[in-house]
């Protein structure tokens, strides 16, 4: 058995793994990343040793810890991570000192590909992609049947392949990202345009309802036929595909895996998408990737953590 | 020894190759591309039978061609080219029949990477990725020791990413592509339209001059420092470097080679595009690669088809 951990900006899960991969004690609870890295690092300790308690803690091998950011991984430090606001923080040392046994780091959206990777979508292929769209996009990627580092160790960030030259601001500094264009917040970003732009529409009294847009009544007004809706949605796919078209055009991988909030809306996305890129890809049919959504949603995180030892 | 040979829409060449990989002999003619694939495959037979005749033909072991276009490699078939006007060639098993000895094709970008990467400008890293600026953008990726090559064995098409969504057309029906941004082609698209707008530069007058922009003239007003020539300079190596950036955020390889025609002026060229990359990579210069131009020029083409039989 071994640990694998899903350090996000808002929420941690700890799961205990067991040696055929499947999840079987897990908690999770709150980041809360205003508390400071000494503190998140001591909840993490007391849910490791939580779910622990659960299991034969003998037999726990070591513990594997997906985080979100730039890493140093043989230093087990993450170098900077936006969404937990860390800058140089130690992490594995501090966890192998309380639990005795080895202890791996690795980016977060690498621990989900893993995961789908070994017993999720992915589990028949050598060769996959999978990004997550949430409130960036995330990358990982496996090539014969390897984690895809380069030189740094930190590649893979395929959220930050051009979309469209000196557009839109980025998180990142650089303008015209593709995260800019195809993420979670985008749509909202453009949702939230058009509920301007379109007074009468159901985007925009859903805005007025409820506040504020979001995945869920967006995706409401669109399911319902809000025409203006629809436009967001169908400009939302076009720049999702259009990422995924030079994806395939690069790496011909055998499997595409779409993660993140907005993979729930399953074939009713994944339609389009696959319409879009089929279009668009240089190599045509014989390029073509499978083109498909997560199956192991949050605890692909948790069993790719687990799984560092070996990849 | 081998025989390596570089078909290309313009010039075919064929070299003798040592077996530490130097060229001991080498011909070249014009491709005529008019003449239709049967005639072609003929002057080829005949120059590889000129090359073989100035040494101990009983030495060479194989032969490997690289060609423009979609290939399948298995079939020794070029399934498509745009350049050579081909559509489903037979190829290798053609050639075989002739010289009894075995045949192998692959992507000519391809076989320039190789090249590069087995005795040129990359031939101390394992993972590299050579870009070559032409009439398109060529793209070869060697990862770990091995030329990458994705599920249709076609992949590497980088000069299809994208710079502009719903940007330019670009030669393979997708809009907005790289290759029509940064290719040497839309260097002298940019150049034309700049000397229409500013007709006092250098630009304009060469034009008049000599009846067309090139590289030759481009390049010669830049030098000069005309203006006019300058700002296109400046868009056209911004455009270069947005897509090495990109490059260098998916792969992080330790090297980026760059070829073509328009990687002769080296420093001056590689200089800017070094900053804008550095300047842009979201991983900063931990994940720098050593970015530089190919030392072998058009053998690396010829070199890298003629190691065929181990890539």
Redesign the interface.
């Known amino acids: 058995m071994k640990i694998g951990i899903d350090l996000g900006g808002t929420t941690m899960s700890v799961g205990v793994v067991s040696d055929k991969n499947e999840i079987i004690a897990k908690k999770e609870i709150e980041t809360i990343c205003s508390d400071g890295a000494d503190k998140i690092i001591e909840r993490m300790s007391q849910l490791v040793q939580q779910v622990m308690n659960q299991v034969d803690k003998t037999q726990i091998s070591h513990i594997g810890i997906g985080c979100p950011g ?1 890493l140093d991984r043989s230093a087990g430090r993450v170098l900077y991570s936006n969404n937990l606001g860390w800058e140089n923080i130690e992490i594995s040392e501090k966890i192998r000192q309380i639990f005795k046994i080895p202890v791996y780091i690795e980016n977060d959206a690498n621990c989900a590909a893993l995961g789908e990777y070994i017993v999720g979508s992915g589990k028949d292929v050598n ?1 996959m992609i999978m990004i997550t769209l949430g409130t960036g996009i995330g990358g990982g990627i496996i ?1 014969d049947n390897k984690l ?5 160790g ?5 959220g ?6 000196d ?1 839109l601001l980025c998180t ?3 303008k015209g990202c593709w995260e800019a ?1 195809a993420s979670g917040s985008a749509l909202i970003r453009m949702a939230n345009q058009k509920a301007e732009e379109c007074k009468e529409s159901e985007l925009s009294k859903y805005k007025e309802l409820d506040h504020s847009l979001n995945g869920k009544n967006i995706f409401l007004a669109i399911h319902n036929g809000d025409k203006a809706a629809c436009q967001v949605f169908e400009q939302y796919i ?2 999702v595909a ?2 995924i ?2 994806i395939v ?6 499997m595409i895996v779409i993660g993140g909030g907005i993979s729930q809306q399953g074939e009713f996305m994944l339609n389009p998408i696959r319409q879009l890129v089929e279009k ?1 890809v ?2 045509g049919l ?2 073509m ?1 499978i083109i498909t959504t997560s199956c192991l949603g949050n605890d692909a995180g948790i069993i790719g953590a687990s799984c560092l030892n070996e990849y």
Chains 1, 2 share one sequence.
Do not use: W
């Not at 930050?160 to 030259?165: A, Q």
């Not at 055009?249 to 055998?254: D, L, R, S, T, V």
């Open positions: 730039m060769t090539i895809y580092r380069g030189k740094s930190n590649s893979n960030i395929l930050h392949m051009l979309m469209v030259s557009g990142c500094g650089r264009y076009a720049y259009e990422g078209t030079d055009n690069i790496f011909e991988p055998q668009n240089y190599c014989d390029a990737p």
